[in-house]
């Protein structure tokens, strides 16, 4: 359920619209308390998932290869290959790099969890200010889980997840090490956003894993009882529209 330090009466769902609603309904149902100081801690949080969900629609349009590090690729204008990941070239901006990725997907490769990270760093960039989105982020170093601290990740166990969350399908007997498991961006109604396999339903994501294991498996896919979330309390204090989400309801 929602709790509201300053405004006990909290917000009325019916001043919320769309996905903001459907969201705030989630949270508000779950035995999990997300406690917020004041409204627009609440609406920025709602705006941030939002985001996510967004950004998981984009990369879903976008175009990028699923595809091992082996043979992944990443535009050479914004990225430079090492031996732990892709690397922000010097000379160009966090923003522009991270747009790259959504607006040419065409020309990168990777696999799911990179693509969760770029998902959650194109809804930091939509929610916050660019300017700050630029200070907080040089240097970026991206592949698998690598991200830069200040993206502040948080993975907790349960199973009452919440549009925007970050699940994880795993497979514990996979043919290939790339089909361990898929990571996938919950978008409600029982509809996740995996790179590499799609917008699918729990089971239509546990079907397509189990097409992917060795022979003699006996094993089927499942879901886990975890969430990855980002920290939306962390960023708030860089709201783009700060006298939005500053408001006391």
């Keep these: 359920m929602i709790r509201i330090a300053t405004a006990p009466n909290g917000i009325h769902p019916d001043s919320l619209q769309g996905v903001k609603r459907e969201i ?11 406690s917020f100081f004041t409204p627009g801690e609440l609406l920025f949080e709602l705006q941030l998932r939002e985001n996510i969900m967004n950004a998981a629609h984009q990369m879903h349009q976008s175009g990028a290869a699923f595809t091992t590090f082996q043979y992944s690729q990443f535009n050479p204008a914004y990225w430079v290959r090492s031996s732990r990941g892709y690397l922000l070239r010097p000379d160009v901006l966090p923003s522009d790099a991270i747009r790259d990725v959504f607006n040419n997907g065409k020309i990168y490769g990777f696999e799911c969890s990179t693509a969760m990270v770029f998902i959650f760093y194109k809804a930091v960039l939509d929610s916050i200010r660019p300017s700050d989105f630029n200070y907080l982020f040089g240097g970026l170093l991206v592949w698998n889980w690598n991200y830069d601290p200040d993206l502040v990740i948080v993975t907790r166990r349960g199973t009452e997840f919440i549009p ?8 514990p007997d996979h043919k290939q090490v790339i089909w361990l498991g898929e990571n996938a961006v919950f978008l409600g109604n029982d509809q996740y956003f995996g790179h590499g396999i799609g917008v699918k339903m729990a089971k239509e994501m546990i079907e397509a894993l189990n097409t992917l294991r060795k022979e003699g498996a006996t094993r089927s896919a499942y879901l886990l009882n975890q969430h990855s979330r980002l920290d939306a309390k962390y960023f708030h204090r860089y709201a783009r529209n700060s006298q939005q989400f500053r408001k006391e309801g």
């Design 164 to 171: 925007g969350d970050v699940v994880y399908f795993y497979n």
């Design 24 to 34: 705030f309904m989630a949270m508000n149902a779950s035995r999990e308390i997300f």
